[in-house]
């Protein structure tokens, strides 16, 4: 009964190419993000949304593209995978705005 | 926007002693403040919160402190644990930003047995 969920865990993949991460929340709650951590640790929000609909676009090249097909799905598309794409994706979700957020155990992507 | 800024970036203490990480934030208008923790290869938890209505926050050996007019919040954690290295990250957020966040740039906690 994991509560946030993402796959794969680990995905390694050529320089050019287009790649996917899915995720799942079984929370109920109606805000789901996702974050970029880099190799320095930093934890940096890249889209969030609420109910299906996109709220936070952060300055994200638009190679990257969210899609919530429900409240409980945000998948992550990513074209033409650049080295400096490489980091920890990491999916969360949280009840409202301003509250606790879940976070999934992350998606490790490394681009050669 | 919000900006929040989190020292210090690296703390090293001896266990038992006690670990105190800060945080500044710009927005006056933030009313939540979580702490998150990071274990090595794993995903953030949060900890303990705080939110503005309310000044401290205790559970256990960690605490939270707000400090509204200055606009800085503190996680205070004592009789520190080898368990207890992480990387600490605080965050401020508000009602009215419908899912922002803003974290800051994480603590890395070292507890030397």
């Known amino acids: 009964d994991t509560a946030v969920s993402q796959t794969p865990k680990y995905l390694v993949t050529q320089m050019g190419n287009d790649k996917s991460i899915k995720c799942e929340q079984n929370l109920g709650h109606d805000t789901m993000y996702w974050y970029k951590q880099d190799s320095k640790k930093f934890l940096k929000i890249m889209f969030s949304?609420?109910?299906?609909?996109?709220?936070i676009n952060e300055t994200v090249p638009n190679r990257f593209s969210p899609k919530s097909p429900d409240k409980a799905h945000l998948n992550l598309h990513i074209n033409s995978l650049e080295l400096g794409d490489s980091a920890v994706y990491f999916c969360?979700?949280?009840?409202?705005?301003?509250?606790?957020?879940?976070f999934g155990p992350g998606t490790r992507l490394t681009v050669l | 926007g919000e900006n929040v800024e989190q020292h210090p970036s690296t703390l090293s203490v001896q266990e038992g002693d006690s670990a105190v990480i800060k945080c500044t934030y710009s927005?006056?208008?933030?009313?939540?403040f979580p702490w998150y923790k990071q274990e090595l290869g794993k995903r953030p938890q949060l900890i303990i919160d705080i939110r503005s209505n309310v000044g401290e926050k205790k559970d256990q050996r960690i605490a939270v402190t707000l400090n509204k007019t200055a606009k800085h919040f503190s996680l205070h954690i004592t009789e520190t644990q080898p368990e207890d290295s992480a990387v600490y990250f605080c965050a401020a957020s508000k009602s009215t930003n419908a899912g922002k966040s803003t974290f800051g740039d994480g603590t890395t906690l070292t507890v030397k047995p």
């Open positions: 949304y609420n109910n299906k609909e996109l709220i």
């Open positions: 927005d006056s208008a933030s009313n939540y």
């Open positions: 969360a979700s949280s009840p409202s705005g301003a509250d606790t957020q879940y």
